[in-house]
């Protein structure tokens, strides 16, 4: 499909003088398809949250509620090596009409999965029709939207997938990019707000924030379907966690394995791990079709072969698995601002029994947290479901005042219920 692009690139005063950005080829990041905007061959940026260039998003690409929308590529951290930078993409939203006095309050956006492939981008692709009624509910209440894509989707190399360090790094950075892009536009008035693995996102950037960007002005949290986990929990009450995979739909299951492997696992060493030495034949038209294909299609395309994770794999990876979850793991949850969390007890994709307990460590923790159960909403309807609470969470950690903490009614969710509709 054709798409408009009207470029604008800002001023060279953003970059320091020296070798542009170098990627080395990766066969298994999924990288390719898209546009030369996600490609940034100028000088490596000085520090992380500088905005690179800009451009305008073509409509079937916005958002229906907003009143301009713009792509984004900014800089941000390297999660593994903090001396090192990389291109992040992403888009901004803003509101119709124009900012109030001091600017529109941001919302800071992360995403739930796409998959791994460059394609995945969310800047680069429709939003799906649930993502559009949401995000365009906020901006219709009057908040802009910055809404990362992550490292590794849209622009060069591996996604770390789930890694939340790596996530929540890129969620600050898009804020911190687009205050400097838009002033006057914005407010450094900011919450994180994400489903799924955007939870995770959302969550781990309102974590790092104290530390790595103090600058910014975060106020909450707002996570649904969240995807976390953490071994520090200080002695929180804590319920067995059934097997990994226990979506009615199994067929699909290896197909959120196969990103695990080329996001979470490979993630941590990209030139050192590679698929061919641990992916079965059996998995091989898999893995080659998560180049290219996004999440939707590729556990279709799963089921299609009815390949079961059990045979994924040619060689165990559990050494492996150690090193990547510990570093995905949060090393703890001690976070200094509120958080609202909603979980649909018909979720089968992210387990009700694994967010509980993840919520328990953060009441353990000594965090606000204002916890919400909905009968019979799933991993996907939890989302719009969830605006019956998070709206006035939200109104009042901008203007810092109080929320409820419910650490103390907080109950395990119960068997998994039957899903609504």
């Given amino acids: ?60 690409d916005a958002l229906a509620g907003a009143g301009r929308a713009e792509r984004i590529l900014y800089s941000s951290t390297d999660w593994l090596d903090a001396k090192k930078m990389v291109t992040v993409s992403g888009a901004v939203f803003f509101p119709k009409g124009a900012p109030p006095a001091g600017g529109w309050p941001v919302i800071a956006w992360a995403h739930g ?14 939003r799906s029709e649930r993502d559009q009624q949401y995000l365009s509910a906020w901006l219709e209440a009057g908040y802009a ?21 790596s996530e929540g790094l890129a969620v600050l950075d898009s804020v911190r990019a687009v205050l400097k892009a838009y002033p006057g536009q914005l407010a450094n008035k900011v919450v994180t707000m994400g489903q799924s693995q955007g939870s995770g996102a959302a969550l781990a950037a309102a974590y790092w924030a104290p530390a790595y ?9 707002v996570a649904t379907g969240v995807v976390a986990h953490t071994n520090n929990t200080r002695g929180a009450p804590q319920e067995e966690v059934p ?26 060493d990209p030139q050192g791990i590679r698929a061919e030495d641990y992916i079965a034949q059996a998995g091989q038209p898999l893995l080659e079709k998560a180049q290219t294909t996004c999440m939707g299609g590729l556990r279709t395309f799963a089921r299609e072969i009815a390949l079961p994770v059990s045979k994924l794999y040619s060689r165990p990876i559990d050494a492996l698995e150690a090193r ?51 009968p019979h909403a799933t991993h996907g309807s939890a989302v719009m479901r969830s605006r019956a609470d998070s709206p006035a969470f939200v109104e009042k950690v901008l203007h810092d005042k109080p929320v409820a903490n419910l650490c103390s009614s907080l109950v395990p969710p119960g068997p998994l219920q039957d899903p609504e509709g």
Avoid at 254 to 261: R, V
């Fill in 243 to 268: 097997s990994l995979y226990t979506d009615r739909d199994a067929g699909g299951n290896a197909a959120y394995e196969i990103l695990y492997f080329l996001g979470t696992v490979r993630s941590i």
């Fill in 145 to 165: 939207i910055v809404a990362t894509d992550y490292a590794g989707l849209g622009t060069p190399g591996p996604h770390p997938y789930l890694q939340s360090r």
């Fill in 324 to 374: 990547a979850d510990a570093l995905s793991d949060f090393p703890d949850v001690k976070i200094p601002t509120p958080v609202f969390v909603g979980t649909g007890l018909a979720d089968s994709d992210a387990q009700t029994v694994s967010q509980y307990n993840f919520v328990s460590a953060m009441c353990a923790a000594g965090n606000t947290v204002e916890w919400r159960y909905y």
């Fill in 1 to 60: 499909m054709l798409r408009t692009r009207l470029s604008c690139l800002l001023a060279a005063a953003a970059m320091v003088a020296g070798p542009a950005l170098a990627q080395p080829a990766d066969p298994w990041a999924g990288d390719g398809g898209v546009t030369p905007f996600y490609r940034w061959t100028g000088a490596a940026p000085a520090l992380p949250g500088m905005m690179l260039r800009r451009e305008t998003l073509p409509a079937e």
């Fill in 213 to 221: 960007a103090p600058d910014l002005k975060i106020k909450g949290t």
């Fill in 113 to 126: 999965t796409t998959g791994v492939a460059d394609v995945c981008a969310p800047s680069f692709v429709p």
